[in-house]
């Protein structure tokens, strides 16, 4: 297994790190209740919504129509946070990306850093790149805090900490603050709430993502459930906010349709608990604030997505109901994907953020039955793009040479009519032969490892094309 929290699996370690998520009764357990809570949240919330189809295309064609303007809302954007204050700084990648944020709290004599929940940071691991620096940082989200705490990667794209159970999480913290707290949810919120409230006052700036910039305004939108986020951006003296240029909208008006798919399809609330609207440093008269705003604009291959047939990934708005809805996610967790983004839109991001060869397990980690998509919030064609970057991979040849032979030998079979009818009457003559009660419980061969945790049906005696023949010979 791979040691480094941020490594990218081997399709090898994919495998393994799959069987041991199935075998660990405790992930098992915390994946099962994200069913009975989230996901069931998002389907009721939306049922509840009225008109929530249009509002799910509305948000969608917003992202359309923002991406294909997205040169001119950047500029607008820069224009507007620099006319109320704000410093706007372009990332072409992750290395630049922690540079800026390392000179930028040189610059200021910053020492300790406070973040809140952040995927964008994630992916560029500025966490570990600050720490190296000689930076303390301290998250400030309850899951991301036991997360850091723990020395792991978050597991979801909302609930980071969601494949750890109480139990578990006592451990950690415990251990980790030298403390001796029960396993009980309340009190050890309690206990990270009274190591975190210092760190607000004694830290010189806060790192945020953002989930959406206007603009129009130059505003920072950033919605969470704890109130960790407004500390961290109002107490210290710099606020930092690092964001993917995809997460532009062009106008403030634009803001409630995202407010109100987002929060049902993250969570099933109506409304987060906390919506940060945030424009520029602080201004005279006002009580709090940073007295330095900096937006760091990411793209670390965003452009490159944009122009490719995989665009609409930009549409996503990180909420994670794909993973919530997705029965591969469900059964394995976060962790076994390997990256950063994990779930159906993981599996459609990682390659394309980190290379199609290195991550070939993720869009085969896949059955395409469509309830990532169901689920999305923006109607992302999640399916279609884990297809095309199937495709993608064979077309490289980022495939095993004798899984690309025998595809090849498939598509001739399935496109010859009397290769075709010839499979499929000897499938249905051999595969009959070795059924009980029309199931199979072993499939010969390479095919065993179908039946290893399911039964396969018999094939039907008589198939379509008999039927049909048949059905033609009866009419005549
Ligand atoms: S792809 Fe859709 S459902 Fe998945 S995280 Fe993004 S917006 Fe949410």
């Known amino acids: 297994m791979a040691t480094s929290p941020y490594a990218v699996h081997e399709h090898h370690e994919f495998v393994a790190a799959s069987r041991e998520a199935l075998n660990s009764t405790n992930l098992q357990t915390a994946l099962n209740r994200l069913g009975e809570t989230l996901a069931a949240g998002n389907r009721t919330a939306f049922e509840k919504l009225p008109g929530s189809a249009l509002l799910r295309d509305k948000a969608r064609a917003i992202k359309d129509h923002t991406l294909a303007h997205l040169d001119q809302y950047i500029e607008e954007l820069e224009r507007a946070v620099i006319a109320r204050g704000g410093q706007v700084h372009f990332a072409a990648d992750a ?99 009274n190591k975190l409230r210092a760190k607000f006052f004694e830290s010189e700036m806060g790192i945020t993502g953002g989930n959406f910039l206007v603009a129009e305004t130059g505003t920072v939108v950033m919605i969470t459930n704890e109130g960790n986020g407004r500390l961290t951006t109002a107490v210290p003296p710099i606020h930092v906010a690092l964001v993917g240029i995809e997460k532009l909208i062009p106008k403030l008006s634009d803001l409630p349709i995202f407010l109100k798919v987002l929060a049902r399809a993250a969570t099933g609330q109506k409304m ?34 944009l122009g490719s047939p995989m665009r609409e990934s930009l549409f996503c708005i990180r909420c994670g109901a794909c993973l919530n809805a997705c029965p591969v996610y469900r059964k394995i967790g976060g962790h076994a994907y390997g990256g950063i983004y ?135």
């Open 95 to 193: 290395t630049d990306a922690q540079q800026i944020v390392v000179s930028i709290a040189r610059q200021a004599g910053v020492k300790r850093i406070v973040k809140s929940k952040s995927m964008v940071t994630e992916e560029i691991h500025l966490n570990h790149h600050l720490e190296q620096q000689g930076f303390e940082v301290t998250e400030t989200d309850f899951g991301e805090y036991i997360i850091q705490l723990a020395g792991e990667r978050p597991s979801h794209l909302v609930a980071p900490v969601v494949h750890k159970t109480v139990e578990e999480v006592a451990e950690v913290m415990n251990r980790r603050l030298n403390s001796n707290t029960p396993a009980d949810a309340k009190a050890l919120a309690g206990l990270a709430r």
């Open 342 to 476: 994990s779930g159906p839109i993981g599996a459609v991001l990682t390659p394309l953020f980190d290379g199609l060869k290195e991550n070939y397990h993720q869009p085969h980690a896949s059955s395409l039955c469509g309830a990532c998509q169901a689920a999305c919030p923006v109607k992302i064609q999640i399916p279609e793009l884990l297809v095309r970057n199937r495709a993608a991979m064979h077309d490289n040849h980022h495939v095993h040479w004798a899984e690309e032979r025998i595809y090849h030998l498939w598509s001739g079979w399935m496109r010859s009519p009397r290769w075709y009818g010839w499979l499929t009457w000897s499938a249905s003559r051999v595969l009959s032969k070795l059924a009980r009660s029309g199931w199979m419980k072993r499939l010969p061969g390479p095919l065993a490892g179908w039946t290893a945790s399911r039964d396969f049906p018999t094939p039907a005696a008589k198939r379509f094309r008999d039927l049909w023949r048949d059905g033609l010979a009866d009419e005549s």
């Open 272 to 305: 987060s608990i906390y919506t940060s609207i945030m424009t520029g440093p602080r201004r005279p008269g006002e009580a709090d604030g940073p007295k330095e705003f900096h937006l760091v604009l990411l793209d670390n291959g965003r452009t490159k997505i």
